[in-house]
């Protein structure tokens, strides 16, 4: 089964603050690891994907196998950052389909 | 391109009662899939089509159904309603799995809030 988990429901931190959300997976093979953003009003769009290995809006995020954790951070927040943020897991099913399973998200609040 | 398009954005119903979502995948995509986001948790996956046919379920009764049309369209059907259903429905679509870069990059529609009473 797999499973992802984001223990913090909220996070306020100020403007120019560093940000880490925090993302634990299970999984028992090779996953494919999401953040997905949702700005007020808007609907849910990805941020980034770890295979991308890429930087979008400032925000990073690298997977630790061996902690199974995928965080995203940010050196400095910015007051456009607050929205809801959503880890997610990919992984191959035998029908060949990729479900994604979501965390069940955490409000990041820039305070300015 | 209007990217994925679901329709209706609000529905109410009663319990009992049966309801039809619809979603139009992004233009080039082929894979829909159907998530149901109850208040304050996240996306949690129905189920997926892909040439016309279920590809893959999740966890949901036999009460969620759904369709895929030639043009790749998509319905969610759900019978016998109850409040537990009400919920944001999300449409999600993809392109064909065998593009290796971006096998699973999955574009949401704005969602069907469903309210059942």
């Known amino acids: 089964a797999q499973r992802v988990t984001q223990p913090e429901k909220l996070l306020s931190v100020f403007k120019g603050a560093p940000v880490e959300l925090k993302c634990n997976y299970s999984?028992?093979?090779?996953?494919?690891l999401f953040w997905y953003v949702q700005y007020s009003r808007q609907r849910l769009q990805l941020l980034l994907r770890h295979i991308s290995r890429e930087s979008i809006k400032g925000f990073t995020a690298d997977l630790n196998k061996g902690e199974t954790s995928f965080h995203l951070k940010k050196p400095f927040a910015q007051e456009e950052d607050s929205a809801m943020y959503y880890c997610a897991l990919s992984g191959k099913s035998g029908a060949g389909s990729y479900q994604l399973t979501f965390g069940k998200g955490t409000k990041l609040s820039v305070i300015p | 391109d209007a990217g994925v398009t679901q329709s209706p954005t609000h529905l109410i119903k009663t319990r009992g009662q049966q309801v039809t979502l619809r979603c139009s995948p992004k233009s080039g995509h082929d894979t829909v899939s159907w998530y149901q986001q109850a208040l304050g948790q996240g996306p949690q996956f129905i189920f997926q089509y892909y040439e016309e046919e279920e590809r893959q379920r999740g966890n949901f009764p036999d009460r969620f159904s759904g369709h895929q049309f030639p043009n790749y369209s998509s319905e969610l059907n759900v019978n016998a309603l109850l409040l537990g259903d009400s919920a944001l429905y999300l449409c999600?679509?993809?392109?064909?799995?065998?593009?290796?870069?971006?096998?699973?990059?999955?574009?949401f529609g704005a969602g069907t809030r469903l309210s059942v009473l």
């Open positions: 999600a679509s993809s392109r064909p799995v065998d593009l290796a870069v971006a096998k699973n990059i999955q574009y």
């Open positions: 999984y028992s093979g090779s996953p494919e």
